[in-house]
């Protein structure tokens, strides 16, 4: 787990989020997580998938769009392990540990929103 604090940088980048809520308002970006949470189950089984049954093509588009969606709320080390598996994929690198750092540090993510949201729906 340290490995990945390491290379891929802090689970949540909360001044960016602070600085998104500010911008777009809380309630939005609170709804814009849950359509997150709904979504990152469903593209981490299709990229298990996609490795399973060697469809790179297909593996590196789940990986490229959880890079945006992890990035777009903050999560910085999730965003940053999906895009190094999207870049691995053009090298067809990618590998059974890759898959699962991508869901450790899926459910890290996700840990970390569910605090901020605990965090901003009460005050």
Not at 82 to 107: C, P
Not at 109 to 122: D, I, P, Y
Request: with cysteine; net charge negative.
């Amino acid at each position: 787990m340290e490995g990945l604090a390491t290379l891929y940088g802090p689970v949540l980048d909360h001044d960016f989020l602070s600085q998104l809520a500010e911008d777009v308002g809380t309630a939005t970006v609170i709804e814009a997580m849950a359509i997150f949470e709904d979504d990152v189950p469903i593209r981490i089984a299709a990229l298990y998938s996609c490795f399973a049954e060697g469809e790179v093509q297909r593996l590196r588009r789940e990986a490229h769009a959880l890079a945006g969606a992890a990035r777009n709320l903050g999560l910085v080390r999730f965003g940053e392990t999906a895009y190094a598996i999207q870049r691995a994929s053009e090298g067809g690198g990618v590998d059974a540990d890759a898959v699962r750092d991508l869901a450790l540090s899926a459910e890290q993510g996700l840990s970390a929103l569910a605090g901020w949201k605990a965090e901003h729906r009460s005050g």
